[in-house]
T-cell receptor, first 115, second 116 residues
Framework: DAGVIQSPRHEVTEMGQEVTLRCKPISGHDYLFWYRQTMMRGLELLIYFNNNVPIDDSGMPEDRFSAKMPNASFSTLKIQPSEPRDSAVYFC?????????????FGPGTRLTVL | AQSVTQLDSQVPVFEEAPVELRCNYSSSVSVYLFWYVQYPNQGLQLLLKYLSGSTLVKGINGFEAEFNKSQTSFHLRKPSVHISDTAEYFCAVSDRSAGGGNKLTFGTGTQLKVEL
């Protein structure tokens, strides 16, 4: 089975531009998570979905950030407008709904650079 | 709320030597504990997790960790490391509630560098 797929792997954009990051979870997984990794703050949970419904978005830093999951096989994280401090690696992860202690499987990440 | 402290940001070690990566946590409730590994330019992979039962947990690639409730620690060990173990290692915690279990709190990571 393919793992979690993220695109693009690298994104370089200019301040003020809209950025859209994409994630395809492992087929059959019910939960999807978006994380951000920076040197200063480490790895932080931004938002997670269960059966395509956002459950907890308390980690989303600002209104400039939004996430959607229109169906079970696709999610987006959008930043509009982007700022240099948004530069980070963004990870998507997914897991089954058998138990919340089940393993979260991470994608390879999208490295975002905002100039 | 929980927090995780990984005191060592970098740990250099020679190949075939033993290694211990330290992790301490703080929580007002019972927790689950995890160790993840991140190889360069890759996502995180689960090494092992402690849910309940035996305090000694064995994971993949020869790693093990011991849960010590009194010291609130969950140190990761390997008796003999290999060059391929060079990576960043993250300790993580979640509380045992149904909602909290989805929210992993990660430490800042320990970079393990294995040298010849």
């Amino acid at each position: 089975d393919a793992g979690v797929i993220q695109s693009p792997r690298h994104e370089v954009t200019e301040m003020g531009q809209e950025v859209t990051l994409r994630c395809k979870p492992i087929s059959g997984h019910d939960y999807l998570f978006w994380y951000r990794q920076t040197m200063m703050r480490g790895l932080e949970l931004l938002i997670y979905f269960n059966n395509n419904v956002p459950i907890d978005d308390s980690g989303m830093p600002e209104d400039r950030f939004s996430a959607k999951m229109p169906n079970a096989s696709f999610s987006t994280l959008k930043i509009q407008p982007s700022e240099p401090r948004d530069s980070a690696v963004y990870f998507c992860a997914s897991r089954l709904d058998r138990a919340f202690t089940d393993t979260q499987y991470f994608g390879p990440g999208t490295r975002l650079t905002v100039l | 709320a929980q927090s995780v402290t990984q005191l060592d940001s970098q740990v250099p070690v020679f190949e075939e030597a033993p290694v211990e990566l330290r992790c301490n946590y703080s929580s007002s409730v019972s927790v689950y504990l995890f160790w993840y590994v991140q190889y360069p330019n890759q996502g995180l992979q689960l090494l092992l997790k402690y849910l309940s039962g035996s305090t000694l947990v064995k994971g993949i690639n020869g790693f093990e960790a011991e849960f010590n409730k009194s010291q609130t620690s969950f140190h990761l060990r390997k008796p003999s490391v290999h060059i391929s173990d060079t990576a960043e290692y993250f300790c993580a915690v979640s509380d045992r509630s149904a909602g909290g279990g989805n929210k992993l709190t990660f430490g800042t990571g320990t970079q393990l560098k294995v040298e010849l």
